[in-house]
């Protein structure tokens, strides 16, 4: 008959196996550090940083530049006194500049905005239509995002379609009245007149 365990009977051990002091009094040497952290398995380092990222915020100049640690950068024309966010990922060269427009939740207009700022320019729109622009991508974009989001909710296994009935699963229901047109095809409309029987 064997006995489990139980936390008071457990007996203390070393990483490496050493026991504790037995019962006559001779202790045993302990590992140092040292022998402990050669012995222990260390994962190698990352290849790559960690993925951090640093925000800040900058202010667009008259130049139409902002600065961030030292350097400028530039921002697409007619934004100048505008701010605007800096995202930078540590390991990378790469600096993000977003506008405010995404932590307003207006992802379409954001994402559009620096094409459209250089289409305004280029045929010289005033600042009502192109706001009008924007608007009209982002209610286009959030009308597309909730038609998504009901379908989500709708819980459909498929985008089924009349023609992928099964009907010998159904032979109660009727081919005929659901695949035909209205009056089993004996109306047809010629050019000019109205529909009439065969």
């Known amino acids: 008959m064997s006995l489990e365990p139980t936390l008071g009977d457990a007996r203390l051990r ?3 196996g050493i026991e504790e002091p ?6 045993p040497r302990w590992p140092s550090v040292g022998e402990l952290a050669e012995a222990e398995p ?5 290849v790559v940083s960690y993925p951090a990222t640093v925000e800040a915020e900058a202010q667009v100049d008259h130049r139409a530049t902002v600065a961030f640690r030292g350097n400028r950068y530039s921002v697409v024309p007619g934004m100048q006194g505008a701010t605007v966010g800096l995202r930078h990922r ?12 995404a932590n307003l939740h207006l992802a379409a207009a954001a994402e559009a905005l620096r094409g459209l700022l250089d289409q305004a320019k280029a045929e010289r729109w005033s600042p009502t239509a192109l706001l009008e622009r924007l608007f009209v991508l982002e209610v286009a974009a959030s009308a597309a995002r909730r038609r ?3 379908a989500r909710f709708a819980c459909l296994p498929a985008p089924w379609r009349i023609s992928d009935f099964d009907f010998e699963a159904q032979p109660s229901v009727d081919r005929k009245l659901v695949l035909e047109p209205p009056g089993g095809g004996k109306l047809r409309h010629q050019p000019g007149s109205a529909a009439h029987g065969d």
């Open 14 to 16: 070393s990483p490496l």
């Open 148 to 150: 998504a989001t009901l």
């Open 90 to 101: 540590l390991g990378t060269n790469a600096l993000e500049i977003y506008s405010r427009l």
């Open 22 to 27: 037995p019962a006559d009094g001779v202790r």
């Open 42 to 46: 260390l994962l190698p380092l990352p």
